[in-house]
C-alpha cells in the first residue's frame, strides 16, 4: 500500500513538473528573437550621436534604465541623443518610457550619421510628451505632436498615452518600408515609406526641405532624443527580421 502511495505522488510530481516544463518553453517561444540591447546596468552596446562613446554627462544608468537628465535649458540638451551602435533594415523594437512632467522626446528610427546635421533631419520620430502639460501637445495638427505620434505628421490614434511619471509600453515595426509604432498594446500609428503617399505628405510639412528626410534610409539607427528633459527608458529589446 505504502509503495502504491508513493508511486502515485510520484507519478503525481511528474506531471505537474512536465506541464510547468511546458509551460515554460510556451513563454519562451512567446518571446522568441527578441534579445536585450540595453542591460540595465551599463550603457554598452549605446553611443552619442555622431560620437565615438556614450555621452559623459546628460545620461546616467540607475535602477535599470537608461535615465537622460534634465539640462535646464529647454530643448539643449546635457548630452545629446544617444543611438544604438549598430545599422538595422528590418526590425520590431520594443521598449518602455516614463517622461518627466511637461517633458519631450524621442525615439528615432532608421537614423544617419552625417556631421553638423542633427539626427532628426533624416529620422522619422515616435513623439515622446507629457501631453498634459508640454504645449506640443495643443500644436501641429489633429494631435500629430502628442505621445506616440510620428511627429508633426500622423496623430497616434487611440491615443492611450498614460500621465508623466508612469511608464508606457512601445513596440515598433519597421519592415520593408511599412512602419507601425504600438502605444500600451494598441496598433496607434501606420506608414509606408518611399512611397508615393509618404512623399506627398512630407512635401507639404515642415519636412520637405530635408531630402534625407524625404527618402529615408533604408538601413539607419535607432535614437533615443535628449530634449532637455528627464525621460527613462529600460527593458529594450530588439528582434530583427
Not at 552596446?45 to 537628465?69: I, Q, S
Not at 487611440?158 to 515595426?173: D, S, Y
Request: hydrophobic content about 40%; some cysteine.
Amino acid at each position: 500500500m505504502k509503495m502504491k502511495l508513493v508511486n502515485i505522488i510520484l507519478s503525481c510530481v511528474l506531471v505537474l513538473g512536465l506541464a510547468t516544463a511546458c509551460g515554460s518553453k510556451g513563454n519562451a517561444k512567446k518571446d522568441d528573437g527578441f534579445v536585450s540591447i540595453f542591460d540595465g546596468k551599463t550603457a554598452a552596446g549605446w553611443r552619442g550621436y555622431n560620437k565615438p562613446a556614450f555621452p559623459e554627462k546628460g545620461w546616467e544608468v540607475v535602477d535599470g534604465t537608461l535615465h537622460c537628465l534634465a539640462s535646464g535649458n529647454g530643448e539643449a540638451g546635457l548630452g545629446g541623443d544617444v543611438i544604438y551602435d549598430k545599422k538595422l533594415s528590418n526590425f520590431e523594437l520594443d521598449l518602455e518610457w516614463k517622461i518627466s512632467e511637461g517633458g519631450n522626446s524621442g525615439i528615432f528610427i532608421l537614423a544617419q550619421e552625417v556631421d553638423s546635421v542633427p539626427i532628426y533631419e533624416s529620422s522619422p520620430e515616435m513623439q515622446i510628451l507629457d501631453n498634459d502639460k508640454h504645449p506640443d501637445a495643443k500644436l501641429g495638427v489633429d494631435g500629430n505632436r502628442m505621445a506616440g505620434s510620428l511627429y508633426d505628421l500622423i496623430p497616434a490614434k487611440p491615443q492611450n498615452t498614460k500621465p508623466a511619471g508612469e511608464w508606457n509600453h512601445v513596440h515598433i515595426l519597421v519592415y520593408q518600408g511599412t512602419v507601425v509604432f504600438s502605444s500600451n498594446g494598441a496598433n496607434v500609428v501606420e506608414f509606408h515609406l518611399w512611397t508615393d503617399a509618404w512623399k506627398k505628405m512630407v512635401s507639404g510639412s515642415k519636412f520637405k526641405d530635408w531630402p534625407m528626410f524625404l527618402n529615408t534610409a533604408k538601413e539607419g539607427y535607432i535614437g533615443l532624443q535628449d530634449h532637455g528633459n528627464d525621460v527613462w527608458f529600460r527593458n529594450i529589446k530588439l528582434k530583427i527580421l
